[in-house]
């Protein structure tokens, strides 16, 4: 029956102490410790996880070793907090229990420590998914922002949680977190104000000043020196191990991931930093007429900033800190405070500042981190209160931690100890009473509603007339004398008389764990808990958000003159609560124990150890286990689990379940003595059967996922096997369709070719025959066409004979002609060559004779001979050349070729002369007489205004057409034409200019041989007409103009309305034409033609003169004429 599990394997020592054998405190002490040499640091009573705090950091909280606990039974592996939250987890989600763990141990025991190992174990494990998560970072954020406001540096611990908290974390069907709710529990706000001795303010004062960012500070007012404030201590202001500037980061990240809005984290920083102004403002006294010293501010620098900070009016809060208003009966009483009251009044109200403000802050993470679905939740709650506490001084702060320790431990024992024994009997089942220490007297003296010194505390604080912590110990030593737990030394007990170690103004609780000495001084002020209302009012006129909210009893229209509750009063209602919370759900402990009072790992104090062992009741734990059942089990939920184990009970029990446990455990061989039948549950002794039991489960699943394996491999392999057949049949169907097909194919293919052969042979038999008889015939023809071939070849040659006779003749014939002929040729052939010899013979002869005669004439001529030839052969090439070379007829043609030789310059020259003058002759020669009198009038043009005046290169291109208006055809001007008694020399649209302002007015202007006639251009209408004899000169100027002046001779008939002033692009023609018909009648002189840019013309009485002048006409480009005076008429050219 040896179940072999990692929980009994190579354990070091025993980790289960239900397990120890021989148990007494030393083995048990001694198991503890070697457990602890070894890094073992957790170890079990049944379900119980002790805890011992290692003081170093293991490698045991990793997310492998999540992995290793994750889904595995409690006692599988070796003992490990996460065994209990994976536990307590899987509970909850299967078995829909509402569970609690409940971590105690004294401080610095590692309770903080362990319940955020049994968070982020049950964060890791729960569902995911990005909704889940969020919830889930924001719980575990809620962390480290309480930690900052809650906890601080004590002597016994550098991270002492100086405030109760109890987190609901809830969760859905699936076991997915939905959100939570803290609950905290009376902050130590003495701790504001005043700190022992090596202790120091809460971390966030020290993680402000450190890790704020210079502006930060300088908006808060503060400086980063810890010296400068009075409700920092000095001694203790840096932590080993502890960064207050990485934690201020961390606090500031973690208030962003809950939920907190930028301001709201302004606000409490601005609330920190007043609390530390707060502790700077001090008071002097000044004395007052009645004797009475009155307190006044003495530096009002720190009290100006806090104001600013909190937007408060000075004047208000200062007068708060000297005056006291006491109402009482609808009266209104107003005292002065003196310099201690003062200082009363401001620490009071620094520590409801601070301790308001810590309330608050677990509301708005509660606001945050709260569950969005109203559906049904499953609750694991962690409680992580502040340990058990004995200082040197202890008050009335301790008096309240120890009182809510002596509580969880009445819970633990309750439903350990008591509830375990109790339930043995509700079973029914034999059992012997096992001793252990109940603290409920303990309970009783402190919380009892009649004589509990909380109640004597609050009938003290109410009880009008002087109250003072002398009193309420007087109380104290009358009403608890009598009480075993309770010591004083003016106690009727007479025992503590003499006892020195108790001093007159204290009493002595003997705790659970152990006696502690507690000094009344401040009970009844800490009890009271009192803020002056004119603080309270002061604060809630605040212009400041939060704290507003933080003093609603300020609130002047809701005055409630009753007294508040005390705290001792409400923590202690408050605890009660929360025990009867706690007592509604499935309870999971952690114990955890501290090695040494150092701090320091390795250490193990045997006598420390001892002493929590004993008050934390562990050895009575592990008696009751022991004497006890290590596990048990309702009927029902046991036998469905283990009904597989025997045949009788698999798969279906029919009768009751008890009857179906005994059957299985009789099947399985259980010896007797490991378990007992209860009434409603069975009950088995020893761990180790219950191992027995899930290995035997564990066994018996893996047969049946085999047996169900093997089915279902059997029914699967029949498939594929069916499958198989089915293929089979199709396969061989198809084949032997296929086999037959390609058989037939065969036989077919094998007739085919049979049939092919017979066929062929039966051709070839009829070729043969076919062949034989087309030879046969073949063959007469042959014969025959031999027969008629051999008669035609024979009258062939006959007849070839006679042709050949025949030509043999005529061939012979000829022959004979040729060579008469050829004897013909060669006796003339010869008779010429005598002849021709006969000359050749004579001319040489001749010439010998002649050269004979002639040899001395030629010696003396033949130089100037060849001279002559020589010259003459190149005077020959040379206008052979020169014909090749000639340039166009064109007379415009400048060219010329070049001269081959010097000698020939002049007769080059003068041949290019001549060559252009024949040239120029030939070109006249093709002109018709109309084109040579244009010519003609060109020439004169030239003569009379080249080089004189500037418009006359513009004229040359332009031929001269005389008619422009087409007078003749156009009907309009009918009247004109008949005018013109001849031809027509010039009709052209002019301008004519007025001779009052020189504007122009088109007009027609037409010119015969006789007369000039001046036209209006729309109708034709005759304007004027000046016989030419009337004309005497004509001028224009020098520019580029077609200003003209036509000047009368004076005293003719057209000279009345004086000369004419015109104008015209086609100056040059007008001119030329009106000069050459003076030129060409005999009846007239010549007109004069004056070129000069300055003239006189007649207009009517007036000679006006008529200048010209260069520069640029307002109208652009064209000519501007204007009269300037009687005299003068400027007409501006543009210049060239
Ligand atoms: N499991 C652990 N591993 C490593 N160090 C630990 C562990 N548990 C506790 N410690 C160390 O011990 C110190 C004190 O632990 P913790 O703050 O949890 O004590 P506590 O029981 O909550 O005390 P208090 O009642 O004063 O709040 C921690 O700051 C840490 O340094
Ligand atoms: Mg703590």
């Known amino acids: 029956m040896e179940v072999k599990t990692s929980l009994l394997d190579n354990m070091i020592g025993v980790g289960d102490m239900v397990l120890i054998e021989p148990l007494s405190e030393d083995t048990f002490i001694e198991n503890l410790k070697k457990r602890f040499d070894h890094n073992e640091i957790y170890t079990y009573i049944g379900s119980v996880v002790i ?14 070793k999540v992995e290793e606990y994750r889904n595995r039974n409690f006692y599988e592996l070796s003992p490990h907090i996460y065994a209990l939250a994976d536990e307590a987890y899987r509970s909850l989600r299967d078995q829909d229990k509402d569970q609690c763990i409940l971590i105690t141990g004294e401080s610095g025991a590692g309770k903080t420590e362990a319940s955020k190992f049994v968070m982020s174990y049950v964060a890791a494990v729960c569902g995911k998914g990005q909704e889940v998560n969020k919830v889930k970072e924001q719980l575990l954020q809620s962390n480290p922002v309480l930690e900052a406001f809650g906890n601080a540096k004590t002597v016994r611990n550098d991270n002492s949680s100086r405030f109760g908290k109890y987190m609901d974390v809830e969760f859905d069907f699936k076991g997915d977190p939905l959100g939570g709710v803290i609950s905290n529990y009376l902050l130590e706000k003495s701790r504001v104000v005043k700190q022992p001795r090596g202790e120091r303010n809460f971390h966030i004062f020290y993680q402000l000043l450190s890790g704020a960012s210079d502006d930060t500070l300088k908006k808060l007012k503060l400086d980063r020196d810890f010296s400068k404030y009075n409700y920092l201590s000095l001694d203790s202001a840096t932590v080993n191990g502890l960064d207050d500037a990485a934690s201020f980061r961390t606090v500031r990240n973690a208030m962003q991931i809950v939920g907190f809005m930028e301001d709201e984290v302004q606000s409490v920083l601005e609330l920190v930093a007043a609390v530390l102004k707060l502790g700077n403002i001090e008071f002097k006294p000044e004395s007052r007429c009645n004797g009475f010293d009155e307190s006044r501010i003495k530096d009002k620098n720190d009290l100006k900033e806090m104001c600013e900070l909190l937007g408060i009016e000075q004047s208000v809060l200062e007068r708060a800190f000297s005056f006291r208003t006491v109402e009482a009966k609808m009266e209104k009483v107003s005292t002065t405070l003196n310099v201690a009251q003062a200082y009363y009044a401001r620490d009071a109200l620094a520590k409801n500042l601070y301790s308001r403000l810590f309330s608050w802050l677990v509301n708005r993470i509660n606001e945050s981190i709260k569950a969005q679905t109203k559906t049904s939740k499953k609750v694991m709650g962690v409680l992580d209160i502040y340990g058990f506490e004995i200082f040197e001084d202890n008050s009335f702060e301790q008096f309240i931690i120890n009182y809510c320790n002596e509580k969880l431990q009445q819970i633990f024992i309750e439903l350990t100890l008591r509830e375990e024994q109790e339930e043995y009997v509700r079973e029914g089942i034999e059992w012997t009473n096992i001793e252990y220490f109940n603290n409920a007297i303990i309970c009783d003296l402190i919380e009892n509603n009649k004589n509990g010194i909380l109640a004597m505390l609050d009938e003290e604080c109410l009880r009008p007339g002087t109250v003072t912590d002398e009193t309420f110990l007087d109380k104290l030593n009358t009403v608890c004398a009598e009480h075993q737990h309770f010591e004083s030394r003016q106690s009727k007990n007479s025992k503590f008389l003499t006892d020195h170690s108790l001093p007159h103004n204290c009493f002595r609780i003997q705790h659970y764990a152990g006696k502690v000495l507690y000094r009344v001084e401040g009970f009844v002020d800490k009890n009271n808990d009192l803020l002056y209302r004119d603080l309270s009012q002061a604060m809630y006129k605040a212009n400041h958000s939060l704290i507003k909210i933080l003093f609603p009893e300020g609130n002047p229209a809701k005055v ?223 014969i025959s066409a031999y027969w008629h071939g051999t008669q035609a070849r024979r009258e062939l040659r006959r007849l070839k004979e006679e042709a050949r006779n025949k030509h043999a003749v005529s061939v012979i014939w000829a022959a004979w002609l040729g060579t008469k002929a050829r004897r013909e040729l060669r006796r003339l052939k010869h008779e010429a060559r005598s002849k021709q010899a006969v000359s050749v013979i004579w001319a040489c002869w001749q010439g010998t004779k002649v050269r004979r005669e002639y040899r001395k004439f030629f010696r003396a001529n033949a130089g100037k001979k060849i001279y002559d030839f020589t010259i003459q052969r190149i005077m020959q090439k040379y206008f052979m050349g020169l014909k090749k070379t000639m340039p166009s007829m064109s007379p415009v043609d400048k060219s010329w070729p070049a001269r081959p030789y010097g000698f020939l310059d002049r007769t080059h020259q003068e041949l290019r002369r001549i060559f252009h003058l024949w040239r120029c002759k030939k070109y006249r020669s093709q002109f018709t007489e109309e084109k040579k009198a244009t010519y003609e009038e060109k020439l004169a043009a030239s003569e009379l205004f080249k080089d004189k005046k500037a418009l006359y290169p513009s004229s040359v291109g332009q031929p001269f057409k005389g008619d422009y208006v087409e007078i003749t055809k156009n009907p309009k001007y009918q009247k004109l034409n008949s005018l013109a008694e001849d031809k027509v020399l010039l009709a052209d649209v002019v301008s004519k200019i007025n001779r009052a302002n020189g504007k122009g007015a088109p007009r027609i202007f037409l010119l015969t041989k006789k007369s000039l006639v001046l036209a209006d251009q729309k109708t034709g209408q005759v304007k004027a007409s000046v016989p030419l004899l009337d004309l005497s000169s004509v001028s224009v100027s020098t520019q580029s103009d077609g200003f003209f002046a036509l000047k009368l001779k004076e005293g003719s008939t057209s000279a009345a309305k004086g000369d004419f002033l015109l104008s015209s692009d086609r100056l040059i023609e007008i001119i030329t034409k009106l000069h050459r018909i003076g030129a060409a009648s005999a009846d007239r002189n010549q007109i004069n033609i004056d070129i000069s840019d300055e003239f006189l013309v007649q207009f009517k009485q007036d000679k006006v003169c008529v200048k010209f002048i260069q520069g640029t006409p307002k109208n652009g480009n064209g000519v501007a004429c204007k009269r300037k005076n009687n005299r003068l008429l400027e007409v501006s050219v543009p210049s060239p």
């Open 51 to 64: 805890s011992m705090n290692p003081y170093k950091s293991l490698p045991i909280y990793t997310a492998e």
């Open 560 to 782: 409630n003159l009753k007294r508040p509750p005390t705290a001792g009063f409400q923590f202690r209602a408050s605890v009660g609560t929360l025990m009867k919370n706690l007592l509604t759900k499935n309870p999971n402990y952690i114990r955890c124990v501290k090695p040494n009072d150092k701090k320091a790992a390795h250490i193990f104090t045997d006598s420390l150890v001892c002493h929590q062992v004993r008050y934390l009741g562990l050895m009575e734990n592990v008696r009751v286990r022991r004497a006890g059942y290590a596990f048990r089990q309702a009927y029902e939920p046991c036998l469905e689990r283990y009904k597989m184990l025997c045949k009788q009970t698999w798969p279906h029990w029919k009768g009751p379940a008890r009857e179906g446990v005994e059957v299985l455990l009789k099947n399985l061989q259980v010896p007797a003595e490991e378990f007992a039948y209860g009434r409603s549950k069975i009950f088995i002794r020893n761990p180790r059967t219950l191992f027995f039991l899930e290995e035997k489960r564990r066994q018996c699943l893996e047969d049946l996922a085999t047996l169900i394996q093997k089915i279902y491999r059997g029914w699967k392999c029949r498939i594929h096997f069916l499958l198989l057949k089915k293929s089979q049949v199709v396969v061989a169907a198809w084949y032997r369709r296929f086999a037959q097909q390609k058989k037939y194919q065969n036989i077919r293919s094998s007739a085919l070719v049979v049939q092919s052969f017979i066929r062929g042979w039966k051709a070839r038999k009829l070729l043969r025959e076919l062949k034989h008889k087309k030879r046969c015939e073949e063959a007469v023809t042959t």
